[in-house]
């Protein structure tokens, strides 16, 4: 009786291992049946464009397409996107299950701070991240789970590319079940898609109130023309990304090259179609000097603006480093991302001159010329920050040219030991040299020298070349006229005095 005891005692002790195994196995097969293989192709269209219903609109499931069938869209990686388990938030709404997703993808936000965080995966290779999620939620038991998907981070070096999404991908809620098997390998695909527009764009501003330089085979503008001292006003079109929240630091960083002083104290940062100040944003300006700057923004402030388009305004003056025949085409940047250029350029002019000996051609120093308007009625004066036109004194006379009687700050060239200057910081058009000291020994100019500046003038094969005679010698103006002059003379005076002698032999007969 004690040995039949025993063995129904051991009998108890197995019995309930024994059916352990037996609802174990087919718990783990069920478990390994039971979890949805989910891949997400990430893609980024055009502002421009309309956004094409692939699978992931409105829980739309299926297999790989091809690249024909994206319809333009662009595969991005470096886009971080979150699987959030809202199951419960789903259990409470009420309504059909197409309603309840709708109110969950309506206030994703709500329902991800609600929720679980299941996953977070990051785009990579062909644009692609995948996701194995279990059909059962692991928060709420026995509940079939609910997910929502959301696009937590947007913006990558591959959207920098001078774009940056102005509408991210809509949140995706999957009920399970879903009505689809997949496996590791053979999952189900969705396809979020964003919307992207360029990020950034700087051009002039009143661009019609300038010269400007036109390639009249395109009939579009190449340069802008601009002198010395003329001000000139710059806006940037910057474009916030949607997920700017998210983001670290959002920075616009302006290089100006040195031909343009910036008007720090203009600077103006509002929306596009307000008036309205963008709050939470900051100067700094470059550690070395360089007209380089800084806008630093705080991303944490521009909620307001996600997905819109702020422009930055500010003032500039072309200064005497701007040399003529070049150009200026100021660059921005976003977080050290490339650089864009500006999209009209700008550039002044000059001219080049040589001061010779008429018969020799040799270069004469220490003639000195003001630069004088096309009639000479004006000449040119420098006040420190740019150039201005003044009225010459209506009884002005070159040959007794008295400093005194024109402005301190009068633009006076003088020509070098071999008679070389120049004049820069002009905009296109005629102007005049007049001569008011010529080179020792020789005659001062009777007429203003005549030139023009265009964007070839400064060119070192383009120099003009002005002559003066030796004292004595009739004064001329560069060309060959007096020596015409001066032949047609001599030959009417070796006339003369044939005549003359001639006649004087007639008289002695």
Same mark, same amino acid.
């Given at each position: 009786m004690n040995k039949l005891r025993h063995i129904f005692a051991a009998l108890l002790l197995v019995l309930p291992l024994a059916f352990t195994g037996l609802t174990g196995m087919p718990s783990a097969k069920a478990a390994s049946n039971e979890t949805a293989y989910i891949r997400l192709h990430k893609l980024a269209f055009g502002s421009d464009q309309t956004l094409p219903d692939l699978p992931g609109s409105d829980d739309l499931l299926g297999k790989e397409l091809s690249?024909?069938?994206?319809?333009?869209?662009?595969?991005?990686?470096?886009? #971080?996107? /979150?699987?959030?388990?809202? *199951?419960?938030?789903?259990?409470? !709404?009420s309504g059909t299950s197409a #309603?309840?997703?709708?109110?969950?993808?309506?206030? $994703?936000?709500?329902?991800? =701070?609600?929720?679980? &965080? &299941?996953?977070?995966?990051?785009?990579?290779?062909?644009?692609?991240?995948?996701? $194995?999620?279990?059909?059962?939620s692991t928060h709420e038991a026995g509940k079939n789970a609910v997910y929502l998907i959301r696009e937590t981070k947007s913006i990558s070096e591959e959207i920098n590319d001078n774009q940056s999404v102005v509408k991210t991908a809509d949140p995706i809620v999957l009920v399970m079940p879903l009505n689809q098997a997949s496996t590791k390998g053979n999952p189900l695909h969705i396809y979020?898609?964003?919307?992207?527009?360029?990020?950034? /764009?700087?051009?002039l501003n009143k661009l019609d109130s300038l010269d400007k330089i036109i390639?009249?085979?395109?009939?579009?503008?190449?340069? $802008?023309?601009?002198?010395?001292? =003329? #001000?000139?006003?710059?806006? &940037?079109?910057?474009?916030?990304?949607?997920?700017?929240?998210? !983001?670290?630091?959002?920075? &616009? *960083? =302006?290089?100006?090259?040195?031909?343009?002083?910036?008007?720090?104290s203009s600077i103006l940062i509002h929306g596009e179609q307000s008036s309205v100040t963008v709050p939470g944003w900051q100067f700094t300006p470059a550690p070395d000097g360089s007209p380089k700057f800084t806008i630093n923004f705080d991303t944490s402030k521009l909620a307001d603006y996600a997905g819109k388009t702020i422009l930055i305004t500010y003032n500039a003056t072309v200064n005497?480093?701007?040399?003529?025949?070049?150009?200026?085409?100021?660059?921005?940047?976003?977080?050290?991302?490339?650089?864009?250029?500006? /999209?009209?350029?700008?550039?002044?002019?000059g001219a080049r001159f040589e001061k010779t000996d008429a018969d020799t051609g040799n270069g004469l120093k220490g003639a000195e010329f003001l630069v004088t308007s096309k009639d000479g009625k004006q000449y040119l004066t420098d006040t420190g920050t740019g150039y201005e036109w003044k009225e010459l004194p209506a009884n002005f006379d070159a040959e007794s040219y008295d400093p005194a009687a024109l402005e301190k700050t009068a633009v006076v060239l003088t020509s070098g030991k071999n008679g070389d200057f120049e004049v820069t910081g002009l905009g296109f058009g005629d102007y005049s040299l007049t001569e008011v000291k010529a080179p020792e020994g020789h005659a001062l100019l *009777? #007429?203003?020298?005549?030139?023009?500046? =265009?964007?070839?003038?400064?060119d070192e094969d383009h120099v003009i070349k002005i002559a003066n005679a030796a004292e004595g010698v009739l004064p001329h103006t560069g060309g060959m006229g007096i020596y015409v002059i001066m032949i047609v003379g001599a030959v009417i005076i070796a006339a003369g005095i044939f005549f003359l002698k001639r006649n004087k032999r007639h008289e002695e007969i």
């Open positions: 690249d024909n069938q994206l319809q333009g869209g662009k595969k991005l990686n470096g886009v #971080e996107f /979150t699987v959030y388990d809202v *199951t419960n938030s789903y259990q409470h !709404l #309603e309840r997703q709708k109110l969950i993808q309506d206030n $994703a936000v709500k329902a991800a =701070d609600g929720g679980y &965080v &299941v996953d977070s995966s990051t785009t990579k290779g062909e644009g692609t991240a995948d996701f $194995a999620l279990p059909v059962k979020p898609k964003n919307q992207t527009k360029k990020t950034l /764009t700087k051009d390639d009249k085979k395109h009939s579009n503008i190449t340069d $802008a023309v601009l002198g010395y001292g =003329d #001000e000139v006003s710059y806006t &940037v079109s910057v474009v916030v990304p949607a997920d700017i929240t998210s !983001l670290d630091k959002f920075d &616009v *960083t =302006d290089t100006p090259d040195d031909g343009l002083k910036i008007d720090t005497k480093k701007f040399e003529p025949g070049t150009t200026i085409n100021n660059h921005i940047s976003l977080n050290n991302q490339p650089k864009v250029h500006g /999209t009209t350029p700008i550039t002044t002019g *009777t #007429e203003p020298q005549t030139f023009k500046v =265009d964007k070839d003038s400064y």
